[in-house]
T-cell receptor, first 113, second 115 residues
Framework: AQSVTQLDSQVPVFEEAPVELRCNYS??????LFWYVQYPNQGLQLLLK??????LVKGINGFEAEFNKSQTSFHLRKPSVHISDTAEYFC???????????FGTGTRLKVLA | DTAVSQTPKYLVTQMGNDKSIKCEQN?????MYWYKQDSKKFLKIMFS???????INETVPNRFSPKSPDKAHLNLHINSLELGDSAVYFC??????????????FGPGTRLTVT
């Protein structure tokens, strides 16, 4: 079975500072990894995904993530955040043939002026 | 031109009632899903249909019954509502095959409050 851990429930950061949101996963088979963002009172929007190939994945809104198989991690980074990045961020894992997402518990990113 | 839509957006009802939530996608996707997000924001899959066939059925009370009249629609009917059913319910869809099959598109959610 797969599992996803997002250790940080909240991350406060000042505007224009860099940020890293951590995601670790557990799986006995190859995984596909995703980051989603949820703005207040809205649905989830895909930020980026790793299916195969380059371990550095670039997504929308200036976010990127790096798949590290040895550390079973898929941390999300942004070099300079904006107030508008304030939202809940979810890491998710899926495996071949299942089409089922296992979500982490989410990290609330709060960007401070 | 909303990709995945849900109705209603808000639903307030009393314990014991029966209610339905509707979902429609206009992306031409084959697979649709229902997720429940609890008060702590935890998201858990409930059901998934592929071309009207149930393919994922997680441990969910029998009071919850999904129905897919066609591959563009997936409805969720809940009988005998309980306080613990209060949550935000999200519908999602994906292509269901090919390299993009693992990318899911989410609806705006339905906030269900049971009093």
């Amino acid at each position: 079975a797969q599992s996803v851990t997002q250790l940080d429930s909240q991350v406060p950061v000042f505007e224009e500072a860099p940020v890293e949101l951590r995601c670790n996963y557990s799986s006995s088979v190859s995984v596909y990894l995703f980051w989603y963002v949820q703005y207040p009172n809205q649905g989830l929007q895909l930020l980026l995904k790793y299916l195969s190939g380059s371990t550095l994945v670039k997504g929308i809104n200036g976010f990127e993530a790096e798949f590290n198989k040895s550390q079973t991690s898929f941390h999300l980074r942004k070099p300079s955040v904006h107030i508008s990045d304030t939202a809940e961020y979810f890491c998710a894992v899926s495996t071949s043939g299942t089409y089922k997402y296992i979500f982490g518990t989410g990290t609330r990113l709060k960007v401070l002026a | 031109d909303t990709a995945v839509s849900q109705t209603p957006k808000y639903l307030v009802t009393q314990m014991g009632n029966d209610k339905s939530i509707k979902c429609e996608q206009n992306l031409g996707h084959d697979t649709m899903y229902w997720y429940k997000q609890d008060s702590k924001k935890f998201l858990k899959i409930m059901f998934s249909y592929n071309n009207k066939e149930l393919i994922i059925n997680e441990t969910v009370p029998n009071r919850f019954s999904p129905k897919s009249p066609d591959k563009a629609h997936l409805n969720l009917h809940i009988n005998s509502l309980e306080l613990g059913d209060s949550a935000v319910y999200f519908c999602a869809s994906s292509e269901g095959r090919g390299p993009n099959s693992y990318e899911q598109y989410f609806g705006p959610g339905t906030r269900l409050t049971v009093t």
